[in-house]
């Protein structure tokens, strides 16, 4: 009786329809083209525009180019030559894999391709219109693919009129264009606007590609940021705190070379320059992460820069640490600025040849109470050496006994600590007069009798170990032959499996059954008699709201440390000076990681007074 009504779109009604997706503005067609070179392995990438691409956009690439007949394919909807099975998704390597852009650019502007392979004579022309194609042609050009996309939208007039004014297509153009470009500092690439050089950016190492992004004189404000985790590796520069913007703009977050937006990842780096910038301001950063792509999900919409990450928390803590600690490295210096300048505007004549990224070995760890570092003497380490070069103080003596830093002290415009009580110390605790009564070790000095209370010390000197390589890698975890069974609560429970990468990360593993933690390996520096109060301890810090989610992995490794040294004792002297010998490496060696003191001196004076 009745007729069927369905039936389908014609393809080039489909396409359209779908190209409203894809392509938005003459930026999702830079971005599209752009990608595609970069899949395609070239070396260099040009982009050429005429009226902020409404007239022309070209992108011609020295890549690997296309037989004939993938020139034609290559405009089919869901051609692509990246993905062969729905697996390949999760361990994306390249940038495109849905074959779209190709089809759905077709579909509503005039586009030209010249596309040859590497070792063969001629290459292929090819000319779309409305996805019919209307030229096939060989022809002789270079190895590479070029694209000319002209009209966009000239069928779509209701887009056409939607585009904003040039400047404002123009700087999403640009915008797609640095991200592209910041993503892949090996690669060249060059920027024309209606015949006008915008940029021209030699391929060359990360600094130099972010420095002339983020523009003039930008070089020597960028700081390094560098961390390695077993999860994700983060590399990148931070602008110094004192050349915040006012404006936002200077944000730019890539995973395994993909730009993307993600407002909790950035509310980790505005923590970590809290205090140093005015809330007005923004921070400036490009960072890098490097994460196993089957552990992210890139494919939730053509266009957004959102990505789905499995680890975000564990991601976040360590952004925030890790940053901070960039900045931290950067404020303890702030007079000296030990990265060399390099002017990029340099003379044409020298253009061809590779800049080269400034070494210079600041050590991150350097502590002036750490005798190894010395020991050898003049060659010292980066930082005696940057010391040295900039004219600072005098060369570092080489004394092999640790207590002779205290000469040094004064004079090290690195040490921050000053406490009466380690300079009181300097010169007779070294002849080993230790006395330990309960939980303090006693020493006379000088000055006084300085007492070290050891279960403070002990948490102290552990809490600065563990705290560095806990940033870099999970803890040392001993395996129990027998697990134990711990009974907590639904939300106990929940915090623990929400906090579970950072637990395993301290050295807890556990299987969850119910309410019921099963524990098979704990952190080796935990004693067995304090795994249950750690537990307890570090659950009540997860529940504690007053903790910020950034910092939760120092309150862990607070606590973990402070269960770790709750039995810690000393017997006799020898045990004694070695403890005062690693408490005194601690650049903190005052105060325990809660603040609370770790040493008094009883000053003479004090003693007299009662006679
Ligand atoms: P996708 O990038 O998702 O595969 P596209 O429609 O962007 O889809 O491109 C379709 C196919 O055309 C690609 O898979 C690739 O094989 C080929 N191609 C596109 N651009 C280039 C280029 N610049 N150089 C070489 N091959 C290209
Ligand atoms: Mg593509």
């Given at each position: 009786m009745f007729m069927s009504i369905i039936h389908l779109l014609p393809e080039h009604v489909a396409n359209q329809i779908a190209a409203g997706e894809v392509i938005q503005r003459p930026a999702s067609v830079v971005k599209e083209l752009m990608e595609n070179s970069i899949d395609a392995g070239a070396t260099f990438v040009q982009l050429n525009l005429k009226d902020a691409g409404k007239t022309l956009i070209q992108v011609v690439d020295d890549g690997d180019g296309m037989t004939p007949e993938d020139a034609v394919k290559?405009?089919?909807?869901?051609?692509?030559?990246?993905?062969?099975?729905?697996?390949?998704l999760f361990q994306l390597q390249t940038k495109g894999f849905r074959g779209e852009a190709l089809a759905s650019i077709a579909s509503i502007a005039h586009v030209s391709m010249r596309t040859k392979k590497d070792g063969v004579d001629t290459g292929t022309l090819i000319e779309v219109e409305g996805n019919a194609i209307k030229t096939n042609e060989q022809i002789v050009c270079s190895k590479g693919t070029s694209f000319e996309v002209k009209n966009l939208f000239y069928n779509v007039p209701a887009r056409r009129n939607f585009l904003k004014s040039e400047g404002i297509e123009f700087g999403h153009i640009r915008d797609e264009f640095e991200r592209v470009a910041l993503a892949h500092p090996d690669i060249k690439f060059s920027l024309h606007h209606n015949g006008q050089e915008i940029y021209q950016l030699q391929a060359g190492v990360l600094r130099m590609r972010v420095a002339s992004i983020f523009g003039r004189n930008s070089n020597e404000r960028l700081v390094p940021l560098e961390e390695q985790t077993n999860i994700v590796s983060i590399k990148g520069f931070l602008g110094k705190p004192d050349a915040a913007k006012k404006t936002r703009g200077e944000q730019f977050f890539f995973v395994n070379h993909r730009f993307f937006k993600d407002s909790y990842f950035h509310h980790a780096i505005s923590k970590a320059f809290e205090g140093m910038i005015s809330e007005k301001h923004f921070p400036s950063y490009c960072i890098y992460l490097e994460v196993d792509p089957a552990k992210i999900d890139v494919n939730i919409h053509p266009t957004k820069t959102e990505i789905k990450f499995e680890e975000d928390r564990f991601i976040y803590s360590i952004l925030l640490s890790s940053v901070r600690q960039a900045l931290g490295k950067y404020n303890i210096f702030p007079t000296l600025d030990f990265e060399t300048e390099t002017s990029f505007d340099v003379p044409s004549s020298f253009r061809k040849t590779e800049p080269v990224e400034p070494q210079i070995n600041v050590d991150p760890s350097f502590n002036p109470f750490q005798t190894q570092k010395f020991s050898n003497g003049s060659s010292g380490n980066g930082f005696t050496k940057a010391l040295k070069n900039e004219g600072f103080g005098q060369a570092m003596p080489s004394p092999s006994e640790w207590e002779q830093f205290y000469h040094i002290e004064e004079s090290s415009p690195v040490q921050q600590t000053s406490n009466s009580e380690s300079l009181d110390f300097e010169n007779e605790a070294s002849h080993g007069n230790y006395l330990i009564h309960d939980r303090y070790v006693f020493s006379p000095t000088k000055s006084g009798l300085l007492v070290i209370d050891v279960k403070r010390a002990k948490w102290r000197i552990l809490y600065d170990e563990l705290i560095g390589k806990f940033i870099h890698q999970a803890l040392d975890s001993q395996q129990l032959l027998f697990p134990i069974e711990k009974h907590v609560s639904n939300v106990e429970i929940d915090l623990w499996s929400n906090h579970e990468k950072l637990l395993q990360q301290l050295g807890f593993h556990c299987t969850i059954n119910g309410t019921m933690l099963s524990i098979h390996g704990v952190p080796s520096v935990l004693p067995e008699n304090s795994i249950d109060s750690c537990i307890d301890s570090l659950l009540a810090d997860l529940q504690n709201r007053d903790i910020d989610q950034g910092d939760v992995a120092h309150y862990l490794v607070r606590r973990l440390t402070q269960n770790a040294a709750k039995d810690a004792q000393v017997r006799g002297t020898a045990e004694a000076q070695a403890l005062v010998e690693s408490l005194f490496q601690c650049e903190e060696h005052a105060l325990a990681p809660n603040g609370k003191k770790v040493m008094h001196t009883v000053s003479l004076v004090d003693i007299s007074s009662n006679f």
């Amino acid at each position: 009786m009745f007729m069927s009504i369905i039936h389908l779109l014609p393809e080039h009604v489909a396409n359209q329809i779908a190209a409203g997706e894809v392509i938005q503005r003459p930026a999702s067609v830079v971005k599209e083209l752009m990608e595609n070179s970069i899949d395609a392995g070239a070396t260099f990438v040009q982009l050429n525009l005429k009226d902020a691409g409404k007239t022309l956009i070209q992108v011609v690439d020295d890549g690997d180019g296309m037989t004939p007949e993938d020139a034609v394919k290559c405009f089919q909807r869901h051609a692509t030559s990246k993905l062969k099975s729905a697996d390949d998704l999760f361990q994306l390597q390249t940038k495109g894999f849905r074959g779209e852009a190709l089809a759905s650019i077709a579909s509503i502007a005039h586009v030209s391709m010249r596309t040859k392979k590497d070792g063969v004579d001629t290459g292929t022309l090819i000319e779309v219109e409305g996805n019919a194609i209307k030229t096939n042609e060989q022809i002789v050009c270079s190895k590479g693919t070029s694209f000319e996309v002209k009209n966009l939208f000239y069928n779509v007039p209701a887009r056409r009129n939607f585009l904003k004014s040039e400047g404002i297509e123009f700087g999403h153009i640009r915008d797609e264009f640095e991200r592209v470009a910041l993503a892949h500092p090996d690669i060249k690439f060059s920027l024309h606007h209606n015949g006008q050089e915008i940029y021209q950016l030699q391929a060359g190492v990360l600094r130099m590609r972010v420095a002339s992004i983020f523009g003039r004189n930008s070089n020597e404000r960028l700081v390094p940021l560098e961390e390695q985790t077993n999860i994700v590796s983060i590399k990148g520069f931070l602008g110094k705190p004192d050349a915040a913007k006012k404006t936002r703009g200077e944000q730019f977050f890539f995973v395994n070379h993909r730009f993307f937006k993600d407002s909790y990842f950035h509310h980790a780096i505005s923590k970590a320059f809290e205090g140093m910038i005015s809330e007005k301001h923004f921070p400036s950063y490009c960072i890098y992460l490097e994460v196993d792509p089957a552990k992210i999900d890139v494919n939730i919409h053509p266009t957004k820069t959102e990505i789905k990450f499995e680890e975000d928390r564990f991601i976040y803590s360590i952004l925030l640490s890790s940053v901070r600690q960039a900045l931290g490295k950067y404020n303890i210096f702030p007079t000296l600025d030990f990265e060399t300048e390099t002017s990029f505007d340099v003379p044409s004549s020298f253009r061809k040849t590779e800049p080269v990224e400034p070494q210079i070995n600041v050590d991150p760890s350097f502590n002036p109470f750490q005798t190894q570092k010395f020991s050898n003497g003049s060659s010292g380490n980066g930082f005696t050496k940057a010391l040295k070069n900039e004219g600072f103080g005098q060369a570092m003596p080489s004394p092999s006994e640790w207590e002779q830093f205290y000469h040094i002290e004064e004079s090290s415009p690195v040490q921050q600590t000053s406490n009466s009580e380690s300079l009181d110390f300097e010169n007779e605790a070294s002849h080993g007069n230790y006395l330990i009564h309960d939980r303090y070790v006693f020493s006379p000095t000088k000055s006084g009798l300085l007492v070290i209370d050891v279960k403070r010390a002990k948490w102290r000197i552990l809490y600065d170990e563990l705290i560095g390589k806990f940033i870099h890698q999970a803890l040392d975890s001993q395996q129990l032959l027998f697990p134990i069974e711990k009974h907590v609560s639904n939300v106990e429970i929940d915090l623990w499996s929400n906090h579970e990468k950072l637990l395993q990360q301290l050295g807890f593993h556990c299987t969850i059954n119910g309410t019921m933690l099963s524990i098979h390996g704990v952190p080796s520096v935990l004693p067995e008699n304090s795994i249950d109060s750690c537990i307890d301890s570090l659950l009540a810090d997860l529940q504690n709201r007053d903790i910020d989610q950034g910092d939760v992995a120092h309150y862990l490794v607070r606590r973990l440390t402070q269960n770790a040294a709750k039995d810690a004792q000393v017997r006799g002297t020898a045990e004694a000076q070695a403890l005062v010998e690693s408490l005194f490496q601690c650049e903190e060696h005052a105060l325990a990681p809660n603040g609370k003191k770790v040493m008094h001196t009883v000053s003479l004076v004090d003693i007299s007074s009662n006679f």
